[in-house]
Structures are given as structure tokens and as C-alpha cells.
């Protein structure tokens, strides 16, 4: 029963607060909610679809679109169209380099370990950013639906994301102005919609997840518990992040090309793009007819379900392969499975149903819509939440964020706000300046980016760091926050085994108000804090690399023209004289250039490097 609240102060009534669930997807996000029936129910445009393609185009008078309007860009302005950035949240460039030949926009190669960026134009964006505006169309959707504001979401993400990736998303659900309570797992938020969460008994549940691009298989142990219907453990996660639905209509067109004798390299880009569409028709109407027949100009597009199968058997073995590896890992057999759920639009082909069938000798649940039971259940998480537990989830969760200052004063959240307690963390440090012996850790609570925004708990010093060049060093840092809500942390130098550790009670002196504000604030704020902390990063990875480069000069002077040395010092000076703008652009197109600059000459030293090397000689 829905409760209405009288504001007194104003003498305004105001709906009670939803919660929405999201689904923030590779291909395509949806939103859900609990309608009035008590049912979950993901929301539609006025198309009555509920799928927003996880799309977003750039436009030349900096209109921005989102979903279905973006998606017509692809082809017509492929360099403006970014799509798949959910593979890129939380990575850094070493991370990606495997996979940017799969994606068709520009992303700034530097050959480093800080987090990727997107160049749009004379854009930078970074995956938050662009997440960000798949979540905003999701948040404006529900407001539209519902005819309230929405501030508040629970957002799924895959099992296997870590900290780093959680945290990306948690970090993109506040730029779009969304409080997000939970990050849950997608396989956990599949039980949840087929009711599994509800069950008496304790059981394993396998989900196969098999979408456009990627496919992942989650083992879970659900355990029932008397009083929040059970918690769900995930025990084994494996797949393919470059194996779906779009793989099938690959290998049709592949298919067709032969049948009628075409070879691939003679196809122009529009007629392999028309012929991949009609290949999905095809695949789409063979999840329930016999035979597809249709032609492209003289193209005969002919496939019957018996070929198709033929065609796809090696990408469903190569599914199953994933699902013994990850019952391997479970330390579990295939009759241990006592629940098999189907998500993702390409488990509808009956043909990977049936070999799922088959594999785990069970049935499958497949009742629901597989594109939407992800959403489904995050609407219900979502609708536990705003529950009257309230007072409970309070109990055994941290209600604001812990984290420590780094370069720049920027907050790096280790633990973060929401998280189940008892629970702990950890991150590796390193030093920034050659011979560095002490080490100042800040720890702070709280939302904002910047820590002069946050509350400082405590802070102490890690001292007797042998003297070590920079950034050699290894300083983990860990938090451990136990039931009763002390935090312990412990800084430790790896190489030498030096530490130091401080108890610190982190809600003290805080009322549930003052909480209150101090998230408040952080939604507000969230577009600054971004921005400030993106050029406080940008200016930070400026100042590394004309380090970097300074050094890089003066030792290899002799292995350097002249021009190339003063063409990078040229390009120096020109870093140098941005380090104070307010535009990170700007930065970042300097870095960009000075990069391109010194790259051809990096790479031929680091080629001479390793012939020396060989030859038992240094540089
Ligand atoms: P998802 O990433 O979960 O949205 O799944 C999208 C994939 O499901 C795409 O490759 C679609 O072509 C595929 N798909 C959608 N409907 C069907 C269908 N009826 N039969 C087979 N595949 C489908």
C-alpha cells in the first residue's frame, strides 16, 4: 500500500519516493519499477518499447541524443557515435588495447595505466561521462512514466566487474543525478526476477547470459535466511566478451556470400551493413519458422533452421566449454545445478535453449522476456529497498563513502558508500618523488570528489620507506571496517614490509541529518566535482609526462636528433604554458600532441634498448 507524505514545513504533499531498477547494458540498458499491481514492469517510450540502445551520438551544434535516434548515426558518423562503453568502464589504456580494434570511435592512446578517455571532436569524455547520459535518458524516461522526479536507483552490473568498474558506475549514476543504493550483480538480479529469492531451500543457480556482443556464465549459491528472504554468493563467473547474437548473424552472411558465390572483399561497407540486417530478420525468424527465403538486389538470402544450426553449433560449443570451466571452478558437477536461468536476447534461438537443456540434463527457465529479466530484477532490489527496512539496512551498511586523499586532493573512495558491513579493501599506492621516505595518509568520508569537500576521519604517516626511485615503491593500503562500524587501516610498503596502521570510529559525530546534506551535496555537485576532478587528473598525467619526458631527453640526448629534441621541447613549453587552464581539453589535446611527437623515436630507442640488451650491452 502506498504511503503519501505531508511536507509540514511547506504544507505540500509529496509522493512517496521510487526507486528505479536499471539496467545498464553493452548493447541496450532498460529501467523497471514495481507498478501499482505490485508486478515489475520495465518502463516503455511512447513506441511502447523498452529498450534504450546503450548509444550516445554527438551532434554538430553539440545536441546530444541517446538510444534509438543515436543508433541511426553509426553508419553516417561512426566517429561521433559512441557505443559498447560499458567495455571501457574502469579500464586504463593497457587494459583495452586488445579490444579497440572491435570499437569504431577514437580512443587517446597512451600506452599508460590511467583510465581511457574518448575524444569526441575536440572533446575528451571519459566512460563515466558517457554512461552518464545513457542514465540520465533512463532517469528522464521514469520521470516521464511516472510523473515524478526520480533520484534514486539500484544499477546491475556483471559479475565478474571489480572494484574499480563498480565504482565507474556508481560514480556515472551520480553524474546523472541518480543516488545509486546498490550496485547488484546481473546474474543476482536474473534470480531475483524468477522469484528464486523467495525460495525455502538453499540452491545453485546457473545463469547463461547470451546478449548481442558478449556472453557470461554466472554460478550462484543462494541461501535462504529468516528474516531478507537469502543472500546470493557468486561462486564461479566465465565467458566470452566478444561472443553473442551478432557473432550468428556474422557467420549468415558469411553463409549467403558463398551460396552465391560473393567474395567478402568485393561487398561495399553499405551492402554488408544491409545484408548483416537482413541476417538477423533471418535469425529472428527462425527462432519460430522453418525457413527464411528473401533476396538483396540478385542476392539470394535463403537459410533453413536445420543450416543455421549448422552454422552456429561451434559458437554454442564454444558457450559450453565456458560452462564446464566455470562448474570446474565452482568445484561442482553438472547435477549440482539445481536451477538454470536464460538471459539475453540470443538464448530466444530454440536451438541454444535446447543444447542449454540438454548440457545441464534440466529444463530452463526462459518465461520471462530475456531481454528484460536484468531490469525486472533490479526493479525488485529495488523495491526491497525502499521497503520498511530502512532501520535495518542502516545496521549492516556504510552509509558514506571511505576513502584517502590522493594527487591533486582528489578523494579515492576505497570503501564505498552502501557497502555490506563487515567488509574490507584495498588499494597499491606508489611514491612520486625519487628517495621519498615518508608517505602522509588522509583518510576521509564522504561523496564529494575533492576532499576538501569531504570529512577528514584521521590521518598518519607511513615513515622509514627505504629510498627508492619513484613510483618503485608498493604501498597497499587497506580498510577494514568491522561490524560495529570501526575502520582500521593499515599502509604497508610490499617491497620492504614497513607499516603502519590507525583505528578510527568514522560515523562519529555525525547525524543521520548532516548525512543527509552530505550526499545531497554530492548529487548536487556532481557536474563540478567532475570536472573538477578531471582537470585536476588532466594537469596531474600533464606533469608526469613533461617529467617524464625531461628525463627521457637528458639520458638519450645522444641517441636524438636535434630536431626531435627541440621539437619536444617545444611541444614541452607548450604543456607547460596550459598547466593552469580550466579547460582539461586543452590539456589533454597537448598531452595528445606531444605524445604523437615523441612516439616514433620512444619506440625506435626502446627497439635499440632491446637489441642491446641482447647483445649483453646497456643504454
Ligand atoms: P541483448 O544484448 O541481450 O539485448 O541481445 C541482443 C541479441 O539478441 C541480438 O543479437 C539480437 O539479434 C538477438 N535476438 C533478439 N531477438 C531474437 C530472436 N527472436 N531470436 C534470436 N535472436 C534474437
Given at each position: 500500500m502506498a504511503q503519501i507524505s505531508i511536507n509540514i514545513k511547506e504544507g505540500t504533499i509529496s509522493k512517496p519516493d521510487i526507486i528505479v531498477g536499471i539496467d545498464?547494458?553493452?548493447t541496450n540498458s532498460l529501467v523497471a519499477i514495481i507498478n501499482k499491481a505490485g508486478m515489475p514492469e520495465a518502463l516503455c517510450d511512447a513506441d511502447k518499447t523498452a529498450i534504450v540502445p546503450s548509444i550516445v551520438h554527438f551532434g554538430k551544434e553539440g545536441a546530444i541524443t541517446v538510444g534509438n535516434s543515436a543508433r541511426q548515426h553509426l553508419i553516417d558518423d561512426t566517429a561521433n557515435t559512441i557505443y559498447s562503453v560499458k567495455r571501457l568502464m574502469g579500464k586504463s589504456y593497457n587494459d583495452i588495447a586488445a579490444i579497440q580494434q572491435h570499437l569504431g570511435y577514437k580512443i587517446i592512446d597512451d600506452n599508460s595505466e590511467s583510465l581511457v578517455k574518448i575524444k569526441v571532436g575536440e572533446k575528451f569524455y571519459s566512460p563515466i561521462e558517457l554512461s552518464a547520459f545513457i542514465l540520465r535518458e533512463l532517469k528522464l524516461r521514469a520521470e516521464h512514466v511516472l510523473q515524478q522526479q526520480i533520484t534514486k536507483a539500484v544499477i546491475t552490473v556483471p559479475a565478474y566487474f571489480n572494484d574499480a568498474q563498480r565504482q565507474a558506475t556508481r560514480d556515472a549514476g551520480k553524474l546523472a543525478g541518480l543516488d545509486v543504493l546498490r550496485i547488484i550483480n546481473e546474474p543476482t538480479a536474473a534470480s531475483l526476477a524468477y522469484g528464486l529469492g523467495n525460495v525455502k531451500n538453499a540452491q545453485t543457480i546457473a545463469v547463461y547470459d547470451l546478449g548481442g556482443g558478449t556472453f557470461d556464465i554466472s554460478i550462484l549459491q543462494l541461501t535462504p535466511s529468516e528474516n531478507d528472504g537469502g543472500y546470493f554468493e557468486v561462486l564461479a563467473t566465465n565467458g566470452n566478451t566478444?561472443?553473442?547474437g551478432d557473432d550468428f548473424d556474422r557467420l549468415i552472411v558469411e553463409h549467403w556470400l558463398q551460396t552465391n558465390n560473393i567474395?567478402?572483399?568485393?561487398?561495399?561497407k553499405q551492402l554488408m551493413q544491409t545484408l548483416r540486417l537482413k541476417a538477423e530478420t533471418a535469425k529472428k525468424h527462425l527462432s519460430t519458422n522453418d525457413i527464411f527465403e528473401d533476396k538483396i538486389n540478385d542476392i539470394v538470402c535463403r537459410l533453413s533452421v536445420n543450416e543455421f544450426e549448422t552454422l552456429i553449433t561451434p559458437l554454442v560449443n564454444e558457450t559450453i566449454v565456458c560452462c564446464k570451466n566455470a562448474l570446474r571452478d565452482a568445484g561442482l558437477k553438472i547435477g549440482d545445478i539445481d536451477t538454470i536461468v536464460m538471459v539475453g536476447g540470443?538464448?530466444?534461438?530454440p536451438f541454444v535453449k535446447k543444447s542449454m537443456t540438454e548440457f545441464f540434463n534440466k529444463p530452463v527457465n526462459d518465461s520471462l522476456n530475456p531481454d528484460e529479466v536484468v531490469a525486472l530484477g533490479a526493479g525488485i532490489q529495488a523495491d526491497i529497498l525502499a521497503g520498511n527496512q530502512k532501520d535495518m539496512l542502516l545496521l549492516d551498511i556504510t552509509p558514506l563513502s571511505l576513502g584517502i586523499e590522493t594527487m591533486g586532493g582528489l578523494m579515492d573512495v576505497i570503501i564505498p558508500r552502501n557497502t555490506k558491513i563487515p567488509t574490507g579493501a584495498g588499494r597499491q599506492y606508489t611514491t612520486s618523488v625519487d628517495g621519498q621516505s615518508k608517505l602522509l595518509i588522509a583518510v576521509y568520508q564522504g561523496e564529494r570528489d575533492l576532499v576538501s569537500h569531504n570529512r577528514k576521519l584521521a590521518e598518519f604517516t607511513l615513515s622509514?620507506?627505504?629510498?627508492?626511485?619513484?613510483?618503485?615503491p608498493k604501498i597497499e593500503i587497506v580498510f577494514q571496517l568491522n561490524a560495529d562500524g570501526i575502520l582500521q587501516v593499515k599502509a604497508k610498503e610490499l617491497r620492504s614490509g614497513v607499516e603502519q596502521s590507525i583505528e578510527v570510529k568514522p560515523q562519529y559525530g555525525l547525524t543521520e541529518e548532516e548525512m543527509g546534506g552530505m550526499l545531497l551535496e554530492s548529487i548536487k555537485n556532481a557536474k563540478t566535482d567532475m570536472e573538477q576532478r578531471a582537470i585536476i587528473e588532466a594537469r596531474v598525467e600533464a606533469q608526469n609526462m613533461l617529467d617524464t619526458c625531461e628525463r627521457f631527453i637528458v639520458k638519450n640526448a645522444a641517441h636524438l636528433s636535434a630536431k626531435e629534441i627541440s621539437g619536444t621541447r617545444e611541444l614541452m613549453v607548450a604543456l607547460q604554458n596550459t598547466l593552469n587552464s580550466s579547460d582539461k581539453n586543452v590539456i589533454q589535446q597537448h598531452i595528445e600532441a606531444l605524445n604523437e611527437f615523441t612516439r616514433p623515436f620512444a619506440e625506435r630507442l626502446m627497439d635499440m634498448a632491446i637489441s642491446m640488451a641482447m647483445k649483453g650491452k646497456t643504454l
Open positions: 545498464l547494458g553493452t566478444f561472443l553473442g567474395a567478402a572483399d568485393t561487398v561495399d540470443s538464448t530466444r534461438t622509514n620507506i627505504p629510498g627508492m626511485p619513484a613510483g618503485l
